[in-house]
């Protein structure tokens, strides 16, 4: 998520939800989302180290299980979180997102500084940097990756549209230049997408590249048994002194939540990746395991194709949205490890804005809405539902009993994750349910994929087309004043809960739990984390 499409594999286990968005960031206020400041999303310029070796001993084998497995390494393409958080050890970008989720600090990029027309970003890249074939890093390689995703069709390229060209006056010096102010660029080039790898696939092709691929992180490409588990190694030479302290990670693909929370107590895997929201009083009790709630960018919403009747009736999505009883789901379903959603934005997300009120759980307002609709009556319709999925399906059920007050009838239809995925992103369904976490410290990932269907996700997989709104969002991407960029995100959720183009439900922080031997093991809102900080 990031993808804007996330698959099953990306989904907590436990909360293994429906997959369609990608893009990640969100907290509660419960949670922490107080401490969380406001830093510059676009530094003029900036110029730090990142932090020197993590604690705790050299060496040793870390084990994660997961509930599913990752489905490809070709960052210009896979949208799954499961992916993601595996490849982004091995591939780096330029900047990388703060810990808070706000901004972007400097990585491979030792410094970066915006021009005065903020048409153009240069980046001066850090010397003695190597891929891990030994291949020194250079301006050539960065243009080649940035060029590699703009030019993907049907996958993130749409992250890198602002983008004109990429230019390299020096073997270390890169400048980005834009077909108009984008304020959002250097976010974007923190996005997985822009991860840097060699020039010319190193003399490979693509997919022989993506079978075996090579970066400059912390983790090199070792084994990957499908189905089964995915084995990075250290890297040597890594370019931050001292790190990583860790031999090898293992991501462990373990279906069952029970066996996962056992493997996890008897010692033989160190975290348990997403662990269900059931099982977290229970697990704060046993001996030797730590349960963590890390704040995420991850909204889950009901969405309605609008290209098939009744749901391009504003009138029905609205009855639809106030027949929600949302705090009756976080505490019933999340077991209160959560918060009602007011917006499709995350209280995390720059331009959140808490007081834009949504459209909340009122019976009298949903039954008024669906008199003033097409189908005063009610209607039939089904609920695309992924099997095996408990959260899902809950919500499923919650939902057939309060649409039957209003005179809808709705079945459910259970298929797979992946037939889930296909269906929806063809707009091969009439309402399902799904999430979105965050990739980057920008509003605009999230805003242009849910708002403009020209960007490739189909309005969330909903097919809701709104010029009004679309004229906002573009005007968003190129505004740099903050309090201007502010009242224009404020407008948009505004109009954006008003249509009910989602039905936005709730906030859920990333829940982990990990053995009291793991240190330094911490997960950014996005999802993703830094395992070079990890030790034993």
């Given at each position: 998520?990031?993808?804007?499409?996330?698959?099953?594999?990306?989904?907590?286990?436990?909360?293994?939800?429906?997959?369609?968005?990608?893009?990640?960031?969100?907290?509660?206020?419960?949670?922490?989302?107080?401490?969380?400041?406001?830093?510059?999303?676009?530094?003029?310029?900036?110029?730090?180290?990142?932090?020197?070796?993590?604690?705790?001993?050299?060496?040793?084998?870390?084990?994660?299980?997961?509930?599913?497995?990752?489905?490809?390494?070709?960052?210009?393409?896979?949208?799954?979180?499961?992916?993601?958080?595996?490849?982004?050890?091995?591939?780096?970008?330029?900047?990388?997102?703060?810990?808070?989720?706000?901004?972007?600090?400097?990585?491979?990029?030792?410094?970066?500084?915006?021009?005065?027309?903020?048409?153009?970003?240069?980046?001066?890249?850090?010397?003695?940097?190597?891929?891990?074939?030994?291949?020194?890093?250079?301006?050539?390689?960065?243009?080649?990756?940035?060029?590699?995703?703009?030019?993907?069709?049907?996958?993130?390229?749409?992250?890198n549209s602002a983008i004109k060209e990429v230019t390299t006056p020096d073997d270390l010096t890169v400048v980005v230049t834009t077909k108009y102010p984008w304020a959002p660029l250097l976010a974007d080039l923190s996005c997985p997408n822009n991860g840097i790898i060699p020039k010319d696939y190193a003399g490979k092709s693509a997919k022989e590249?993506?079978?075996?691929?090579?970066?400059?992180?912390?983790?090199?490409?070792?084994?990957?048994?499908?189905?089964?588990?995915?084995?990075?190694?250290?890297?040597?030479?890594?370019?931050?002194?001292?790190?990583?302290?860790?031999?090898?990670?293992?991501?462990?693909?373990?279906?069952?939540?029970?066996?996962?929370?056992?493997?996890?107590?008897?010692?033989?895997?160190?975290?348990?990746?997403?662990?269900?929201?059931?099982?977290?009083?229970?697990?704060?009790?046993?001996?030797?395991?730590?349960?963590?709630?890390?704040?995420?960018?991850?909204?889950d919403y009901i969405l309605m194709n609008q290209t098939k009747a009744p749901y391009s009736d504003v009138h029905v999505r609205r009855a639809i949205s106030y027949a929600i009883d949302r705090q009756?789901?976080?505490?019933?379903?999340?077991?209160?490890?959560?918060?009602?959603?007011?917006?499709?934005?995350?209280?995390?997300?720059?331009?959140?804005?808490?007081?834009?009120?949504?459209?909340?759980?009122?019976?009298?307002?949903?039954?008024?809405?669906?008199?003033?609709?097409?189908?005063?009556?009610?209607?039939?319709?089904?609920?695309?539902?992924?099997?095996?999925?408990?959260?899902?399906?809950?919500?499923?059920?919650?939902?057939?009993?309060?649409?039957?007050?209003?005179?809808?009838?709705?079945?459910?239809?259970?298929?797979?994750?992946?037939?889930?995925?296909?269906?929806?992103?063809?707009?091969?369904?009439?309402?399902?349910?799904?999430?979105?976490?965050?990739?980057?410290?920008?509003?605009?990932?999230?805003?242009?994929?849910?708002?403009?269907?020209?960007?490739?996700?189909?309005?969330?997989?909903?097919?809701?087309?709104?010029?009004?709104?679309?004229?906002?969002?573009?005007?968003?991407?190129?505004?740099?004043?903050?309090?201007?960029?502010?009242?224009?995100?404020?407008?948009?959720?505004?109009?954006?809960?008003?249509?009910?183009?989602?039905?936005?439900?709730?906030?859920?922080?990333?829940?982990?739990?990990?053995?009291?031997?793991?240190?330094?093991?911490?997960?950014?809102?996005?999802?993703?984390?830094?395992?070079?900080?990890?030790?034993?």
């Open positions: 998520m990031s993808d804007l499409n996330p698959s099953a594999s990306e989904l907590p286990a436990g909360l293994r939800v429906p997959v369609i968005s990608r893009r990640r960031l969100l907290q509660l206020s419960a949670l922490g989302v107080g401490a969380f400041t406001a830093s510059p999303l676009l530094a003029a310029c900036g110029s730090t180290t990142p932090q020197s070796a993590a604690g705790g001993s050299k060496g040793g084998d870390l084990v994660i299980v997961r509930a599913n497995d990752s489905v490809d390494m070709d960052k210009t393409m896979v949208f799954s979180n499961a992916s993601i958080w595996v490849y982004q050890q091995m591939f780096e970008c330029l900047v990388a997102m703060t810990d808070d989720g706000q901004g972007v600090k400097p990585w491979l990029a030792e410094s970066y500084e915006m021009s005065d027309d903020n048409l153009s970003c240069t980046l001066k890249l850090r010397k003695g940097i190597k891929f891990h074939n030994g291949q020194p890093l250079t301006s050539a390689d960065v243009k080649f990756s940035i060029d590699e995703s703009t030019k993907t069709k049907g996958g993130w390229e749409f992250i590249f993506y079978a075996a691929p090579i970066g400059t992180g912390a983790f090199m490409w070792g084994t990957w048994k499908k189905g089964d588990s995915i084995q990075l190694k250290k890297n040597p030479s890594y370019w931050q002194p001292g790190k990583p302290a860790l031999d090898t990670v293992t991501w462990k693909v373990v279906p069952d939540d029970n066996a996962r929370a056992i493997q996890l107590q008897g010692g033989q895997a160190h975290i348990n990746e997403n662990p269900p929201f059931s099982s977290l009083a229970q697990l704060k009790n046993t001996p030797n395991v730590k349960v963590d709630l890390f704040p995420s960018t991850r909204t009756a789901l976080v505490k019933n379903i999340l077991f209160g490890n959560g918060a009602v959603a007011n917006s499709f934005m995350m209280p995390s997300t720059p331009y959140y804005d808490k007081d834009t009120p949504g459209l909340q759980y009122d019976m009298d307002k949903a039954r008024a809405e669906m008199k003033l609709s097409s189908v005063p009556d009610g209607f039939k319709t089904t609920f695309l539902a992924m099997s095996g999925d408990s959260v899902d399906s809950a919500i499923a059920q919650v939902l057939q009993a309060s649409l039957k007050e209003l005179g809808i009838t709705m079945n459910i239809q259970n298929v797979d994750a992946s037939a889930q995925h296909d269906m929806t992103t063809k707009l091969q369904y009439e309402i399902a349910h799904s999430y979105w976490t965050m990739d980057l410290a920008d509003p605009d990932e999230l805003v242009q994929y849910a708002l403009d269907p020209t960007s490739g996700g189909h309005s969330f997989n909903t097919g809701y087309d709104n010029k009004d709104l679309i004229k906002l969002v573009h005007e968003a991407q190129k505004e740099f004043d903050k309090t201007k960029r502010q009242a224009l995100y404020t407008e948009i959720q505004k109009q954006a809960a008003d249509s009910a183009f989602l039905a936005f439900l709730f906030y859920t922080p990333f829940p982990y739990s990990q053995s009291s031997k793991v240190q330094g093991f911490k997960v950014l809102p996005t999802g993703s984390y830094h395992l070079e900080d990890v030790s034993l």
